[in-house]
């Protein structure tokens, strides 16, 4: 009787662990990717006119499970500090950078299928692009989209002078 016993209580301990650990697996997500996205920009040329910038992005999985991603893309924005403006309140009177400089630019063309980032790396994307040399304030804003609806995107953002 008590070998019944014995292994009734077996059995309902392995059931019980292994909806726990079923259960911490659903709730931590493990199976979704986990993505830090990070974004900065360095100067690599001076004219009298013109600025070349390297702009870069990051994205790092720090997940269990491999990302897949079709669009990563930034935005630039220039501030001329010969006319200094505030912002209004729909950007919380923030300065306001008013000069796009690029917007929705993709860092790989559309005709790549995608791109990934496996568990625990880092993926760096770059672009080198011409800027005014007038324009010494820039707001670099990178958006990297998850290719399921129920992720939804991340995004970085820089501001900083040249």
């Not at 990934?116 to 007038?134: E, L, M, N, R």
């Amino acid at each position: 009787m008590l070998q019944y016993v014995t292994f009734a209580f077996s059995v309902l301990s392995a059931i019980t662990s292994a909806l726990w650990i079923y259960a911490n697996w659903v709730k931590r997500r493990e199976n979704y990717p986990k993505i830090d996205v990070s974004c900065s920009i360095n100067e690599i040329a001076r004219t009298q006119k013109h600025i070349i910038i390297q702009i870069n992005a990051e994205v790092t999985n720090t997940g269990n499970v491999r990302h897949i991603f079709n669009n990563i893309k930034y935005d630039l924005y220039a501030h001329d500090l010969k006319k200094v403006r505030n912002g209004n309140n729909k950007i919380l009177n923030q300065l306001y950078f008013p000069f796009a400089i690029r917007e929705e630019q993709r860092f790989f063309p559309v005709d790549w299928e995608y791109s990934f980032v496996d568990a625990g790396t880092t993926s760096k994307y770059k672009h080198i692009i011409c800027i005014p040399a007038h324009f010494t304030l820039l707001k670099l804003s990178v958006m990297m989209m998850y290719r399921d609806k129920e992720s939804d995107f991340h995004n970085a953002n820089w501001i900083g002078k040249i």
